[in-house]
Nanobody
Framework: QVQLVESGGGLVQPGGSLRLACAAS????????MAWYRQAPGKQRNLVAL???????NYADSVKGRFTISRDNAKNTVYLQMNSLDPEDTAVYYC??????WGKGTLVTVSS
């Protein structure tokens, strides 16, 4: 069973950037899709970005052009580069390995 651990969250001012990392305890090379979800207070968990094993990506409309997902199979790590952050991006961000495991989440707070 692969375990996922997110890192990189924190407090950032509007317009700033953060890079989240999701480290897996085992190989992710054969996992079809890795993804980032987020859940804001009082709201449901929604997909932010997804990357397939062959590098195809998909983004929520709200983050297109601002966020970039990538994966490093050699390091068993998935990243989420977040630029031009807005208070609406405040949420707990979760890493997800398709049909296998969820991470426990990392909090991102965008506030001045």
């Amino acid at each position: 069973q692969v375990q996922l651990v997110e890192s990189g969250g924190g407090l950032v001012q509007p317009g700033g950037s953060l890079r989240l990392a999701c480290a897996a305890s085992g190989s992710i090379a054969s996992i079809n899709a890795m993804a980032w979800y987020r859940q804001a207070p009082g709201k449901q968990r929604n997909l932010v970005a997804l990357i397939t094993s062959n590098g195809r990506t998909n983004y929520a409309d709200s983050v297109k052009g601002r966020f970039t997902i990538s994966r490093d199979n050699a390091k068993n790590t998935v990243y989420l580069q977040m630029n031009s952050l807005d208070p609406e991006d405040t949420a707990v961000y979760y890493c997800y390995a398709d049909s296998i495991a969820w991470g426990k989440g990392t909090l991102v707070t965008v506030s001045s």
